[in-house]
């Protein structure tokens, strides 16, 4: 069932089993039947650790969603809340246990599990609330790095972004440096750490101390990563605001991908049977998991969208030809072994039915001259086209209302590919959303401001010029069918963070120390000791397998670039993925903003 | 646009940028019809099957992941539930009843006990109890976890203790500048949580301004401490000690924050007025004062006109009764209800579209697409033209469109305006590729016809005459220049 995790160079289904373990050791800790009381942004996440079927096995009977008022009636021994630590939510907690019947019998034993970590404010407010003594069991459950698929770890916590960078606020790199001491606790010490940001500099100073402080941590693991490679979001504030183009990207920016499950409109996925033609169309959205467990979705996923459809077909024509087979099959061998294959054929066709309809709806949206008109404009942003003046498109979606997310993210474009926009531009701008959008969002305009990814220009000198021809972020002759670079992902720009990480690997970052000094924060490289008996001798032609973090978040057009690194006959380096949170320049910008009363009617 | 379409076309032809588009070289659109279709022709042979292979409920939901088991198991206990209970059953809704709002914690509440002991002691009472483990792939620890409960730890010590949950006593750490000296272990070691527990330690028992004083030294201690107010709606609090750290800026935006939590209008716009004198930007302060007028103006036009509308006189509320009140939108939407309700008002009153464009400077192309768009949609066509008629000293009259006349087209359009009238602007658009293209979009076969004739481009006419209808006026006039044009050419 989590195959996908261990086809990887590095097997995650260890760490997958670890935070199973951990779950069970902890159900097994409130002995008798249970109830499990959900915060539900927790389900996702859980859900990739572990399936029902395991708690049913630790008898969790029961399991209900985080709600105010009297808690269900269920006949269970014990309540369970597994919660993140967040005060609204004690509210509820408090509220739910206070309404619990006292009379009734037997009593039921109350428990709460935080995720992914203790709260002392939050236990604090359940004691002014009266209840903190009703909890027999207080305890906490560190799920920091999240198994998404063979190469990709997330921590999804939201707002790591905004607390960085906006408030100043560093639990969650505090959380992300906890994370990798457990993952190395697991697969060994790093010996290299490379990074280059503010944050990345803190986590691995906190990394350093914590080893420090946990003398034992010195394992006698074989290291399995040779190289860390640790990444601010802000040297990079490019990338996540261009719409991304590789098929999974796509899928992520119309639709969200929310821990790896994808919700599509269900009209195209209406079951054609047979003598049922009378029968009403679906009305929930179709779910779909999304990984590398499903070979076909393995192969499109990070190829340019313009590439998928040829897959598709040839995919077709296999399947069509494999069917065909059963004419041909006479003796009863023969047919046998056809029987025998056909599940394998039936899995594949239904991949290919769910792929062929989601690469229709896309293909919709792609084919829109809006699209078009707003690709256009990024793309000669991110060529350096024009980027200092007011943007007559920019302007003509503020005038037709477009969604607002959609002009912020144009007008931080463009501001970014500007080294911040000249001050009559971003007057002007910050005027006609206000005017348009309501003087409200002042606030979020301050807050993008604040974040870097709209600013006045002050230096009067434009650095990115110099950065995007010395990176070549830009390349004129893409090739989307059989790519040759990084830059296919957003057919022509090659994103500046994945630049960063190839050019790491070769020829090294000496090479490019001009760059480095414009980009924000420092730039650093630290060794962590490894007994000699645990140092690598390197095979040759073996790889180096390289862990890229991402501490503000990470676009699946990035993982592609780097999974395309990875697959390079002479690259050298396997890349493997873990992020704060996977994002998209849409759920990006809306973790800035600032949350607005919804209007009275 | 300022580009002109033939550039535009020019420019992607000769230019290095890719479009991103299907139809290369081979039509994808086919390749995925081609892929649809052998799909499909595949069902009818594994059909049957189809429901034993993937078992998956219709929602995609893999049976026996956790959500779709909390559907499962809240709905079979559902019982003898009652009415409000079953609210309960609905397991996928139920994030809509988590209140969203920022909590209305107050800080004295969560510290009754300020300058009073027992609060002190009460945190360190949420610690010092129970089995505390941490749910982590096993790290070894270090060997002071292991040691029995004891009360003397060091500041050090205490904090990891905290960071890892474990029992500890804070009791030894009573003045001040004991406790600063946890918050400093803490900050050194960067947990959030238990910075953000000292700081508030502190705050309980400190006079305010001491505490403010000592945060200023720490900044990591005070960002935690600033992200907890805000997120905690400890306005009051978090004034306060913007306004010690002399953050005036921050201060201000905090403070105008404040008026998305006041629901009454009048209270509202009393309060805008008070942050128009706030440290704003210069430029700011601007924006603040035009949200602080236009919520006064939409007071005084919501009242005049809901009183018109209900008193049934004025014929155009009861012909378009109004969808929804004017009050707290944006000005461009006030504006296009101005445009729409009160366009014929004289410049003196509040609620005139001129009063508006004068008292807020809004930009005569941003007026011109707002007017447009809402005598458009009242399909009232002589205000329309009147909006670009312009006459000279002389007397002459003129067109002229500060959008650009492929818009006003492009606006007309969406707005369903008759053939007769868009072929007006659509003749008026200036670059010829445009034109031609707008007017074969939008059947204005007239413009299509007369800009033929005037490029003297006999194929295109004559390729144009399959598209009109047969025996119609269009075919006679594209038959009479075709004949004028042969005569002329003997």
Known sequence: MAAHLSSGRVNLTALREAGRRELREFLDKCAGSK???????????????????????????????????????????????????RLELMDIIADNVLREDRGRSPQRDFHILFVPRRSLLCEQWLKEQGVLGSFIHREQYSLDLIPFDGDLLSMEAESAFKECYLESDQTSLYHAAKGLMTLQALYGTIPQIFGKGECARHVANMMIRMKR??????????????????????????????????????????????????????EKFAPKKQGEGGKDLPTEPKKLQLNSAEELYAEIRDKNFNAVGSVLSKKAKIISAAFEERHHAKTVGEIKQFVSQLPHMQAARSSLANHTSIAELIKDITTSEDFFDNLTVEQEFMSGIDTDKVNNYIEDCIAQ????????????LQSVCNSGLKQKVLDHYKREILQTYGYEHLLTLNNLEKAGLLKPQTSGRNNYPTIR????????????QNPNDISYVYSGYA??????????????????????????????????????????????????????????????????????????????????????????????????????????? | MSRARADEEEYWHSSKFRAFTFDDEEDELSQLKESKRAVNSLRDIVDDDDDDLERVSWSGEPVGSISWSIKETASSSTGSLDGRDSGLQRGSSSCAALPKQASSYSLSSLFKGRNKLPSFQSLSDALSDTGVKNYAPE????????????????????????????VCSLERFRSLQDKLVLLDEAVAGHDGNVITALTHLCISLSPVEILFRELEVRQVALCHLIHFLKEAGEQKFLLDLLRFLDRTEEVALSQYREHLNIQDVEKRREFLKGCIGLPFSAEDTSHIQDHYTLLERQIIIEANDRHLESSGQSEIFRKYPRKASILNMPLVTTLFYSCFYHYTEAEGTFSSPSNLKKTFKIPDKQYVLTALAARAKLRAWDDVDALFTTKNWLGYTKKKAPIGFH???????????????????VRLVEDVETRLNLATKYKCHD?????????????????????VERGSADEEKINSILNNVVRNAH
């Open chain 2, 447 to 467: 413009v299509v016809i007369e800009t033929y004739r005037d490029l003297k481009d006999r194929i295109q006419l004559m390729a144009y005459k399959c598209k």
């Open chain 2, 407 to 425: 818009r006003v087209v492009e606006i007309l359009q969406r707005n369903n305006a008759p053939v007769q009238v868009l072929q007006e602007y």
């Open chain 1, 495 to 601: 994103p500046l963070s994945v630049r960063l990480a190839q050019l790491l690997a070769r020829p090294g970052w000496r090479s490019i120390e001009e760059v480095l000094k414009m980009l924000p924060g420092p730039h650093f490289e630290e060794r962590q000791q490894v007994p000699t008996g645990l140092q690598k001798k390197r095979q040759h032609g073996e790889n180096r397998v390289t862990l890229v973090f991402f501490l503000g978040g990470v676009t699946y057009a990035e993982i592609a670039a780097l999974r395309f690194l990875s697959q390079m006959e002479d690259g050298g380096t396997e890349y493997v993925i873990a992020t704060t949170k996977l994002i998209n320049g849409t759920s990006w910008i809306k973790s800035l903003m600032e949350k607005l009363e919804p209007a009275p009617f």
């Open chain 1, 401 to 412: 209302k477009h969604p607002l997310i959609k002009i912020l993210r144009l007008v931080c």
């Open chain 1, 213 to 266: 402080e946990f003398p034992g941590s010195q394992n006698s693991i074989f290291p399995v990563f040779d190289t860390l490679l640790l990444l601010d979001r802000n040297v990079d504030l490019l990338t996540p605001l261009a719409t991304q183009l590789t098929y999974e990207g796509l899928i992520d920016e119309i639709y969200g991908i929310q821990n790896t499950y994808v919700k599509l409109p269900p």
């Open chain 1, 35 to 85: 109830a499990i009381v959900w915060d539900e942004y927790l389900t996702g996440p859980f859900g990739l650790i572990a399936q029902y079927s395991l708690l049913k096995e630790h008898e969790v009977e029961k399991m209900f969603t985080l709600k105010p008022g009297r808690l269900p009636q269920a006949d269970v021994k014990n309540v369970i809340f597994f919660v993140r630590p």
């Open chain 2, 139 to 166: 790290l070894r620890r270090p060997k002071a976890e292991y040691k029995d409960y004891s009360n003397d730890w060091s500041p050090r010590d205490t904090v990891r203790r905290m960071q890892r949950g474990k």
């Open chain 1, 469 to 480: 021809k010395t990176l070549r972020l830009w390349m004129d002759d893409v090739n989307e």
